[in-house]
């Protein structure tokens, strides 16, 4: 492919990245990879440098663009390179003309860019929500251990016991640690937010928004397959990549329960306050995780936090009924927004008197209402918030 076709095809994949966002449909990611797999001639160089450019005008235009074109358009004002492609040439983007529209530049569209600043988030930290992700793994203590594990190259240990940092876009899903389960990918947040857990060996613990596993995985490795944990999701797709990455893993699941939403307790009944342990990993709006999707920003409105709020509040009042009196139930979102924060634990203590939030050990973040946030810019990992509530 030519530079201009390049620039051509990223206009195309915006197109489709646009609308899909508008509509809370596939994301960006999922469509690249489905344009390139029906274009089959596009080299390794052209696909990548193509991605480059769709998310280099995802990162730079905080509203909505109405075409991928005016988004290029916007990358193009930044960039006389990306300019002079726009030169009619065969299979490549036509001709800037007079008054043609440009996508508008920022952060955040202004609603949600004023929710961020009433979150505590200054310009740096913004900013800092967009830059490029690296990539963090886990290695797993089931099998082997940070200090002797032998991997194609050598990470950067973080805070983490099992922490290792590579570059964005290092393939470890190539490696034989990988295939073998020696290592998982995993944010050093989540990591540090696991291993600030107070949990212990014989524990009962639920994961109740497991998804795929991730942080199911890591509390069956932290506590070396002593505890009994149940995995539950009303996903039925992720929840199902669960029992294969837990054997590779060789991770003990006691448990994994398919729920129906808004009647969780049909299936989880025989736990209903027997639970030492319930960890609330809610769907939310993924604010914390717009370094590695930021058309996040542009898939969120208001409805839909408010929609968002009211589905974390109605899956922390289900953790509350598996709890233990004196059990735990830990809240994590991955977002930086108060609404999904501590907006939520003050509403939970209103509804749930006798409960009482407590502090978690972190190595990393600062305290934020009653509960902790990580953050890109001070901490250097996805955004989270974390709050543990005691059961009376």
Request: neutral net charge.
């Amino acid at each position: 492919m030519i530079p201009a076709a390049r620039v051509q095809a990223a206009i195309e994949l915006l197109d489709t990245i646009i609308p899909a966002a508008r509509g809370k449909g596939a994301p960006a990611d999922r469509i690249i990879a489905e344009y390139f797999r029906a274009r089959r001639y596009a080299g390794s160089k052209d696909r990548r440098a193509v991605r480059d450019l769709v998310y280099q005008a995802i990162r730079l235009c905080g509203p909505v663009p109405q075409t991928g074109r005016a988004a290029m358009l916007a990358v193009a004002g930044q960039d006389e390179a990306i300019a002079a492609l726009f030169d009619g040439s065969p299979h490549g983007p036509a001709p800037l003309t007079e008054g043609e529209p440009v996508a508008k530049t920022g952060l955040a569209p202004k609603w949600l860019a004023a929710a961020l600043r009433a979150s505590g988030l200054g310009g740096p930290e913004i900013a800092a929500l967009l830059d490029r992700a690296p990539l963090d793994i886990r290695v797993n203590t089931l099998k082997a251990d940070r200090a002797a594990i032998d991997l194609p190259e050598a990470g950067e240990p973080l805070a983490a016991p099992q922490g290792l940092r590579f570059a964005s876009g290092t393939q470890v899903e190539q490696w034989d640690a990988y295939t073998d389960g020696l290592i998982e990918v995993q944010d050093h947040g989540s990591q540090l937010i696991i291993d600030a857990l107070p949990v212990a060996q014989g524990d009962t613990i639920i994961d109740l928004c497991a998804g795929a596993g991730g942080k199911t995985l890591a509390l069956a490795a932290r506590l070396n397959n002593t505890a009994s944990i149940v995995a539950a999701d009303t996903d039925k797709r992720r929840l199902g990549n669960l029992a294969p990455r837990a054997e590779r893993a060789g991770a003990a699941i006691d448990n994994i329960v398919l729920l129906d939403p808004s009647r969780e307790m049909r299936a989880l009944g025989n736990w209903a306050g027997k639970a030492d342990h319930v960890l609330v990993d809610a769907p939310c709006s993924g604010s914390g995780t717009w370094r590695r999707s930021p058309e996040g920003r542009w898939r969120l409105d208001p409805a839909e936090l408010k929609r968002l709020n009211a589905l974390q509040d109605h899956v922390l009042d289900v953790g509350s009924y598996l709890v233990r009196s004196g059990g735990s139930l830990v809240f994590v979102t991955c977002s930086v927004l108060d609404a999904e924060g501590p907006d939520r634990i003050t509403a939970f203590l209103t509804r749930h008197p006798g409960w009482q939030a407590e502090p978690l050990a972190l190595p990393l973040g600062r305290a934020r209402g009653l509960g902790h946030r990580l953050d890109p810019h001070h901490d250097g990992t996805d955004g989270f918030f974390i709050a543990c509530l005691r059961s009376p």
